[in-house]
């Protein structure tokens, strides 16, 4: 037998109730094998599991990925779309509020004739209903690095100096910024085709979640499943 680490976020986190667990499995068991187990008999689990990926040691993995002792898997529903001394970082998610003039500071290049910034903020309305703040919940160490891979897709496709990208995570109120983007080249074009791609690349393959808050409940955005969907009253 050998034992891995299970780890729940957002919504899937709030069906099973619990954060994290370990699970008892057979020695070179798969991905798939372990997400039947986490689902038993439960037909929401296993609904849930279904509309979810799978990292296992903060990568991406397929269901049929062996797994050895000791692994952590994390299960990733469908992604929404630091202090200041981690600002001195490029790919950061962080609980503090985001400052422009970091990120712009991080991409400063002398052969730079263009800086982009992207940011992200919280508006106060959505899918027709009126929002009064938002909370983002992330799987900080694969954010960050998936983050990185972002950076490391646009070096791949644009002539660009450097990137740099910040993510909130906690309670934020309407008008604070979510994200923040910053990518600096020798010209415009790209710097903005840059911070465009990145926007739409953290929707896709960043472990990042969104709860949004109305005056009569509240919803994770990111999944269309109905387990997802909360309708409970806040409390006032």
């Known amino acids: ?5 299970v780890r729940y976020f957002a919504s899937v986190r709030e069906l099973m109730g619990v954060k994290a667990d370990s699970l008892e499995l057979e020695q070179g068991a798969t ?16 609904r849930a599991i279904k509309t979810c990926m799978s990292m296992v040691n903060q990568e991406y993995v397929q269901p049929d990925h062996v797994l050895v002792d000791g692994d952590e898997l994390a299960l990733i529903p469908p992604v929404s ?4 001394d981690a600002a001195r970082k490029r790919f950061i998610v962080t609980g503090l509020p985001l400052h422009t003039a970091d990120i712009e500071k991080l991409v ?14 919280v508006r106060d309305h959505a899918r027709g209903h009126g929002v009064l703040r938002l909370e ?11 983050l990185a891979r972002i950076g490391d897709e646009i ?5 660009v100096e450097l990137v740099a990208i910040a993510h909130r995570t906690g309670l934020l109120e309407v008008g604070e910024a979510s994200v923040v983007i910053g990518v600096s080249s020798a ?12 926007i739409e690349r953290i929707k896709q393959i960043v472990p990042i979640w969104k709860k949004e808050f109305y005056d009569d409940g509240a919803s994770w955005i990111g ?14």
């Open 155 to 159: 070096a791949g496709r644009w002539s």
């Open 108 to 121: 400063e290049s002398p052969s730079a004739g263009a800086v982009a910034l992207f940011v992200g903020t």
């Open 223 to 236: 999944s269309e499943a109905d387990y997802q969907k909360e309708t409970a009253r806040l409390s006032s």
């Open 1 to 5: 037998m050998m034992s891995i680490k």
């Open 31 to 46: 991905v798939a094998a372990a997400l039947a187990a986490i689902a038993g008999d439960d037909a929401r689990r296993d």
């Open 136 to 146: 983002y919940e992330a799987y900080t160490p694969a954010a960050e690095k998936m």
């Open 81 to 84: 779309g630091g202090e200041r």
């Open 187 to 198: 010209h415009r074009a790209e710097a903005f085709d840059a911070c465009r791609y990145a």
